[in-house]
T-cell receptor, first 109, second 113 residues
Framework: EDKVVQSPLSLVVHEGDTVTLNCSYE??????LLWYKQEKKAPTFLFML????IEKKSGRLSSILDKKELFSILNITATQTGDSAVYLC?????????FGAGTRLTVKP | EAQVTQNPRYLITVTGKKLTVTCSQN?????MSWYRQDPGLGLRQIYY???????DKGDVPEGYKVSRKEKRNFPLILESPSPNQTSLYFC????????????FGSGTRLTVV
């Protein structure tokens, strides 16, 4: 059965810290891996990764995919309190999109 | 503005009283889906629809019904809600099932007492 595992489940840091969130997967017929940020409401799209080794960046956030080892990381540098959220990883196969349980990030002032 | 609109945002109901959560998208997307989100379990798919009149079960369909009579609307029906259906529900849409990522609605927090 396809599965997506995120770690850690929760993380508390202070402003200015750098964090790394992990997502590992076992999926048949992998197509892409997506990261979403969920604050108090709907998940919002961050990145879609389809190729190994190509870093996607958006401001202080970056992500990379390793299709050989079947994982992705999401890095956030110089964290701010506005980065506090649940970060969801999702993996698309030919027929499905499966979500991990999420990592709850809390950034303290 | 391109969006997925869910209503209501919050709902408290009693066991056994039928309810419908509406979902509408204005992006002409073919694919729509319902998820429930519970602590520690992430987003689990309830039902999805590939197009008008085409629906199928996701991972946790028991106790739910859906219909897709028009492309833009995909209501979620709980015929006889039970307390274990207390959850946060999201509707999502996408041009196709895979390859594009999903646009999510704002969520419906349902409490069944």
């Amino acid at each position: 059965e396809d599965k997506v595992v995120q770690s850690p489940l929760s993380l508390v840091v202070h402003e200015g810290d750098t964090v790394t969130l992990n997502c590992s997967y076992e999926v048949t017929n992998f197509r892409s891996l997506l990261w979403y940020k969920q604050e108090k409401k709907a998940p919002t799209f961050l990145f879609m990764l389809t190729s190994s080794g190509i870093e996607k960046k958006s401001g202080r956030l970056s992500s990379i995919l390793d299709k050989k080892e079947l994982f992705s990381i999401l890095n956030i540098t110089a964290t701010q309190t506005g980065d506090s959220a649940v970060y969801l990883c999702a993996v698309e196969s030919n027929n499905d999109m499966r979500f991990g349980a999420g990592t709850r990030l809390t950034v303290k002032p | 503005e391109a969006q997925v609109t869910q209503n209501p945002r919050y709902l408290i109901t009693v066991t056994g009283k039928k309810l419908t959560v509406t979902c509408s998208q204005n992006m002409n997307h073919e694919y729509m889906s319902w998820y429930r989100q519970d602590p520690g379990l992430g987003l689990r798919q309830i039902y999805y629809s590939m197009n008008v009149e085409v629906t199928d079960k996701g991972d946790v369909p028991e106790g739910y019904k859906v219909s897709r009579k028009e492309k833009r609307n995909f209501p979620l029906i709980l015929e006889s809600p039970s307390p274990n259906q207390t959850s946060l529900y999201f509707c999502a849409s996408s041009p196709l099932r895979t390859g594009y990522g999903y646009t999510f609605g704002s969520g419906t927090r349902l409490t069944v007492v």
